[in-house]
């Protein structure tokens, strides 16, 4: 596979320098699987990996230094120097953490830009990189499951958006985005998150969208990284969408009833309508019932 300069991983070791940014470790694994799955490249694939190596192996940890220097030893003409800057480094502590907050919605964008292999590669090696933040426990949701299952039986990819959006507390524009990727690798994210099995998520994949449901290449390759994918990387992948959400209140998932009697908000002003005909009409009637 080759990393040119339109490839959009391009983009993300350029954000992953920024302050702020700390996911240096899953790049740098990214970009050595990529390397190491084509057995020959032309002097400028060899020179940008080379280049972007070198400038992320001061940054990462050590158990990831090691496991790119596996890839790499077994690797038929390994480039030297990022060999020796591996050894060399095997002592050297991490480079500083970033601070600051991450600009996680670039890495959205960036993740919906890639190709399919490199959204695979990403999101197998997202469980690595070190992560402070609370991970959200998903309820068990057979009702949730079965109305996001129905919808995409139905081919209704609104309704579905719908569920999405407020299962996993991400916005609408995403789940909308979600929901009509032809690649299909967010759906899987999602699937994971919620619990999905493995039926229904084949069943959700073949009916959503068509040029998924018609390509039985796709599928195979999507049950795949299903079984492939950690659990915990696809929470730190929705926890990424979520910071796009503007939150004015509290996220209440959509299996827990909200459909509940005397809370919609259009019920007040349609009885207080009722209660002024009903006070208009009223006298009337007591004038005809005088006479």
Known sequence: MKLSASNPLDSLVDLACRDGVDIRPTLLRVLTDLYVQKPIHDVEEETQFVELALGLIDTVDAQTRAAVAASLSAYPGAPLAVLRKLASASSAEPGAPARGEPERSDLIELFFSALPEERRLILINLDVVPDTTTRRVMPVAGELIRRLENAALKRNQGEFTRVLERALGISRELADRIARDDSGEPIVVAAKVLGIKADVLQRILLFLNPVIGQSARR?????RLFDELNARAAERMVGIWRTTVQRHAVHEPVYWNDERPG?????RPL???RTAGERDTHPARSKNSDR
């Open 271 to 273: 009885a207080a309508h």
């Open 219 to 223: 599928l195979y390759e999507l049950s």
């Open 263 to 267: 809370v919609r908000p259009a019920a």
